[in-house]
């Protein structure tokens, strides 16, 4: 089952069960967020983790986190899944409130990770930083990688975690991760950036599972995708000039 497959697969299940399921009643003694909680726990499919549910700023809208999934919304009844942002109506115009928490969740969980689990390409001087989620076999990974120096001469850092985009028993998988088991993890990942050849070496403590489980959980849907140091997910490829152009807007 491919990522958007299982996304979809989970959505629609949680959609149709949500609907049909009975509502949670009036257990005023127990809090929403474990009532909501023991009834998705009850409702979404084998093997499917539902990490946590919680209260919002948001009139009656709780945030589900489902391991693999970016954030999804549930009204307190229980009865109503939205997928998707949020949106409030303000006298300023529309505000994206989904947008705002998935920033911070994304800088915070980003931040979080310890910096030898990146292969990192340094600027002289650093003026910007980003995550980048790639793909040895992706062509316009390639082409990123390919116009490395270009980022690097305009003080962009660049961080590489890994997400190969066929899946953890791919072969995409066996090269990344023998670039990121390398001596040298730069020459090794540039070379497969190249279409050349690596030995195989996988060693049991990458990180490429714990990447690619993260770059699910974060709305990687595929490669390159872009992270700011802000949060903000700027999905595809993007020319030197015009990532610059993003990063001080």
């Not at 909501?36 to 809208?61: A, W």
């Amino acid at each position: 089952m491919t990522i958007k497959d299982r996304r979809l697969f989970i959505y629609l299940s949680l959609t149709c069960l949500l609907a049909c399921s009975p509502g949670s009643g009036n257990n005023l003694e127990r809090d929403k967020t474990e009532d909501l909680k023991d009834k998705l726990e009850k409702i979404l499919p084998d093997k499917v983790l539902l990490e946590s549910v919680l209260p919002t700023d948001m009139d009656d809208y709780y945030e589900i986190h489902i391991e693999g999934l970016e954030p999804l919304y549930v009204t307190g009844n229980g009865k109503y899944l939205v997928s998707g942002d949020i949106y409030e109506i303000s006298e300023d115009g529309l505000i994206n409130k989904s947008d705002a928490r998935k920033r911070h969740q994304r800088k915070t969980v980003l931040e979080s990770i310890n910096s030898n689990e990146f292969i990192i390409f340094m600027p002289k001087e650093v003026k910007h930083s980003v995550y980048v989620f790639t793909d040895v076999d992706c062509g316009y990974c390639r082409k990123f990688h390919k116009e490395i120096d270009e980022y690097l001469a305009l003080g962009i850092k660049v961080n590489y975690l890994a997400f190969p985009r066929e899946g953890l028993s791919s072969e995409s998988y066996r090269k990344i991760a023998s670039a990121w088991c390398s001596d040298d993890p730069n020459r090794a990942l540039t070379e497969l950036k190249l279409g050349r050849k690596i030995d195989e070496n996988i060693c049991m403590d990458n990180p490429i599972e714990k990447h690619f489980k993260l770059g699910n959980s974060l709305g990687v849907a595929g490669t390159p995708s872009i992270f700011t140091s802000e949060g903000r997910l700027i999905p595809g490829y993007l020319a030197p000039d015009e990532l610059l152009n993003q990063l001080e807007s």
